[in-house]
């Protein structure tokens, strides 16, 4: 297990509303300083169907990119929209070089096939980091988009001065949206990265080596308060309804709270830093397009 670690007191919430605000009021200011040179930042969502979630999630993004000084426009196309025609509305905005960033609400309808949609979208624009070419560049270490967020994740410890290098950093979750290019960040930190997932053989332990514990599940409540190494940063992704209705994450938090040094609540942790990053790629992609870089 290693040396040991301090016990603490109760644990220090990771505000991820006040520190998506403010790197969304940084995200401003670049949209500003981009349009002062004559580029006005762009963002397109491509809403299919009427799934109520996924309108939810396109009307904040909408909001928050609106605020930031993004040009938005949202695409609604209808349940029975054909592979071949989002594939046009996809070719269409890869070629405008009015778009800077697009990004199609994911599930798609039953009958369209997500993946030839995100093997079309242009990488330079795909701000959800989901294109094969960014998800090689973040294996590669090279210059591209990164998935929101795990982005969030890593920008919550930074700015919570988190020491990554060399840290135990395990995570709970392998999907590609989430567990695996966290890994990758994660790593490229240098720190020392465990990814478990349904078919790990004692998830407490593996959990209970973590300095930092990333669960990425969708299971309410299934870290519990005793998989929790004593000071450990606990960072949770997961969004469930709970009984009541209330929103609750994928760790047991008052349970939690007791052991480790720090820990995200949800609602208010990570799910605030994925609209913050997606704007923060937006930003990226423009200022990329226009040549100033960042
Ligand atoms: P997926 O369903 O794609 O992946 C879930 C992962 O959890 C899989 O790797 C699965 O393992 C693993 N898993 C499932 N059950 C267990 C178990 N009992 N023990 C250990 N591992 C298990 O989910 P996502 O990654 O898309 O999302 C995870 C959660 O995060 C969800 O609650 C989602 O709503 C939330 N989310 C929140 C976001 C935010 O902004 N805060 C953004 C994206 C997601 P296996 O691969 O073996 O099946």
């Known amino acids: 297990m ?38 006005h930042a762009s963002l397109v969502v491509v809403l299919v169907g009427e799934d109520p979630a996924s309108r939810v999630y396109v009307r904040n993004k909408d909001k928050a990119a609106t605020e930031a000084g993004f040009l938005v426009r949202t695409v609604r196309l209808s349940a029975e929209t054909t592979q071949a025609e989002l594939e046009d509305v996809v070719r269409g905005l890869n070629t405008d070089p009015e778009v800077h960033g697009v990004l199609v609400q994911l599930p798609l309808p039953k009958g369209l096939d997500a993946g030839r949609i995100v093997d079309l979208l242009d990488p330079r624009k795909d701000v959800d980091g989901l294109t094969p070419a960014n998800v090689a560049a973040l294996v590669m270490g090279r210059e591209g988009l990164v998935p929101c967020t795990p982005a969030g ?111 995200t609540p949800v609602p208010g942790g990570v799910g605030p830093m994925t609209i913050a990053m997606l704007l923060e790629n937006t930003l990226l992609a423009a200022s990329r397009s226009a040549g100033s870089g960042r």
């Open 153 to 263: 994740c890593i920008e919550l410890l930074d700015r919570h001065g988190v020491e990554l290098e060399g840290c135990r950093f395990v995570i709970v979750g392998r999907s590609m949206l989430v567990g695996k290019p966290l890994a990758q960040l994660a790593l490229a930190r240098h720190a020392t990265v465990t990814i478990c997932h349904s078919r790990t053989r004692d998830l407490p332990a593996r959990c209970r080596e973590a300095d930092v514990l990333v669960a990425a599940v969708g299971r309410a409540k299934l870290v519990q308060g005793d998989w929790i190494r004593p000071g450990a940063v606990v960072l949770d992704v997961g969004i469930n309804r709970g009984e009541d209705g209330k929103l609750v994450g994928d760790v047991d938090f008052e349970a939690a709270a007791k052991v480790a040094s720090a820990i």
């Open 2 to 39: 290693g040396e040991p670690v301090r016990v603490s007191e109760g644990a220090t919430r990771i505000d991820g509303r006040k520190i998506a605000a403010e790197v969304r009021a940084e995200v401003a200011l670049g949209v500003r300083a981009l349009r002062d040179k004559g580029v």
